[in-house]
C-alpha cells in the first residue's frame, strides 16, 4: 500500500487537482480516497464519478489533521479491503501549524499563489516537512507574483519538489502522478515527521471564560513565554 497525505488550505484546489491525478492513476493502480473535513462535504459525490472508492470522515469539533493521523490505521484498513494499491487522504490542513505528514508517506501540500507571495512563510510544518508543493491558481497572477512566490516555497522548504498545478485544466497532475508512481510502499510502523500543536489546555476542553484565570495546561503569553499551570 501507498500513502499518500494531500493537505493544504481551504479553497486551495486540493480536491480539483486531486480528479485530475485519480484519472491517471487509475490506468495502471487501483486507487481509493478517504476526504477529512470539518462539518461538511460533498466532495465523495464528486470522487464517485470516477468509480473509485470513497470514504469520508468528518472531525466535527476536532481538528482535522489530528483527526486524519488519529484514524491512519482504520483508513489504511478500509483501504485494504477495498482492494487498493494507493491511498490518497485528502485532508483540510485548516490551522497551518498541523503536519499530518507519517514518515512512510508521500506528502503532499496544496497552496493557492493568490493568498499572497509571503503565504508559504507563514504556512509552517504543513509545507516545511511536505514532499511536494503543488501551487495553484498561478495563472491569476503575474509572472513575477508566480516567481516571487516560488522563491518564498524555497525559502521555507528548500528541499521540496515543487509543481505548477491548475484544477480545471489538469496541469501538473502528471507530474504528480508520476512522482506517486514512483514512491516506495509505506511501511507498518509509522511516525509522524513534525510535533502537532500544543493543545493541551482547558480551551480545549471547551472552557468559555477568557480570563486567564480560568484556564490551565500548556499556554503561551503574547511575550512569547510559556508555561504550564494544573497538576
Same mark, same amino acid.
Given at each position: 500500500?501507498?500513502? !499518500?497525505? #494531500?493537505?493544504?488550505?481551504? *479553497?486551495?484546489?486540493?480536491?480539483?487537482? &486531486?480528479?485530475?491525478?485519480?484519472?491517471?492513476?487509475?490506468?495502471? /493502480?487501483?486507487?481509493?480516497?478517504?476526504?477529512?473535513?470539518?462539518?461538511?462535504?460533498?466532495?465523495?459525490?464528486?470522487?464517485? %464519478?470516477?468509480?473509485?472508492? !470513497?470514504?469520508?470522515?468528518?472531525?466535527?469539533?476536532?481538528?482535522?489533521?489530528?483527526? @486524519?493521523?488519529?484514524?491512519?490505521?482504520?483508513?489504511?484498513?478500509?483501504?485494504?479491503?477495498?482492494?487498493?494499491?494507493? $491511498? &490518497?487522504?485528502?485532508?483540510?490542513? $485548516?490551522?497551518? %501549524?498541523? @503536519?499530518?505528514?507519517?514518515?512512510?508517506?508521500?506528502?503532499?501540500?496544496?497552496?493557492?499563489?493568490?493568498?499572497?507571495?509571503? /503565504?508559504?512563510?507563514?504556512?509552517?510544518?504543513?509545507?516545511?516537512?511536505?514532499?511536494?508543493?503543488?501551487?495553484?491558481?498561478?495563472? #491569476?497572477?503575474?509572472?513575477?507574483?508566480? +516567481?516571487?512566490?516560488?522563491?518564498?516555497?524555497?525559502? @521555507?522548504?528548500?528541499?521540496?519538489?515543487? #509543481? +505548477?498545478?491548475? *484544477?480545471?485544466?489538469?496541469?501538473?497532475?502528471?507530474? &504528480?502522478?508520476?512522482?506517486?508512481?514512483?514512491?516506495?510502499?509505506?511501511?507498518?510502523?509509522?511516525?509522524?515527521?513534525?510535533?502537532?500543536?500544543?493543545?493541551?489546555?482547558? &480551551?480545549?476542553?471547551?472552557?468559555?471564560?477568557?480570563?486567564?484565570? =480560568?484556564?490551565?495546561?500548556?499556554?503561551?503569553?503574547?511575550?512569547?513565554?510559556? +508555561? =504550564?499551570?494544573?497538576?
Amino acid at each position: 500500500m501507498k500513502l !499518500v497525505v #494531500i493537505a493544504g488550505t481551504p *479553497g486551495s484546489g486540493k480536491t480539483s487537482v &486531486l480528479m485530475h491525478v485519480i484519472k491517471l492513476l487509475k490506468k495502471t /493502480t487501483s486507487p481509493c480516497v478517504v476526504k477529512v473535513d470539518c462539518l461538511w462535504t460533498d466532495d465523495d459525490k464528486r470522487f464517485d %464519478r470516477l468509480n473509485i472508492p !470513497v470514504r469520508v470522515g468528518l472531525s466535527k469539533d476536532m481538528c482535522p489533521d489530528h483527526f @486524519a493521523i488519529y484514524n491512519t490505521d482504520d483508513m489504511l484498513e478500509w483501504a485494504t479491503r477495498n482492494n487498493a494499491d494507493i $491511498l &490518497l487522504n485528502e485532508t483540510a490542513g $485548516l490551522c497551518l %501549524r498541523c @503536519a499530518p505528514y507519517p514518515d512512510g508517506c508521500l506528502a503532499v501540500c496544496v497552496i493557492d499563489v493568490t493568498t499572497g507571495p509571503n /503565504t508559504p512563510l507563514k504556512v509552517g510544518p504543513l509545507l516545511t516537512t511536505a514532499d511536494v508543493i503543488v501551487a495553484t491558481k498561478g495563472d #491569476i497572477v503575474s509572472q513575477a507574483e508566480r +516567481e516571487v512566490f516560488r522563491e518564498r516555497i524555497i525559502e @521555507a522548504n528548500p528541499h521540496s519538489r515543487i #509543481i +505548477e498545478a491548475n *484544477g480545471l485544466s489538469g496541469q501538473g497532475a502528471a507530474e &504528480l502522478t508520476r512522482i506517486i508512481l514512483d514512491m516506495p510502499a509505506t511501511g507498518a510502523d509509522l511516525s509522524l515527521r513534525h510535533n502537532a500543536p500544543l493543545a493541551i489546555c482547558t &480551551l480545549c476542553t471547551g472552557e468559555m471564560h477568557v480570563s486567564k484565570r =480560568y484556564h490551565m495546561g500548556v499556554l503561551r503569553h503574547i511575550d512569547g513565554s510559556m +508555561e =504550564y499551570k494544573g497538576e
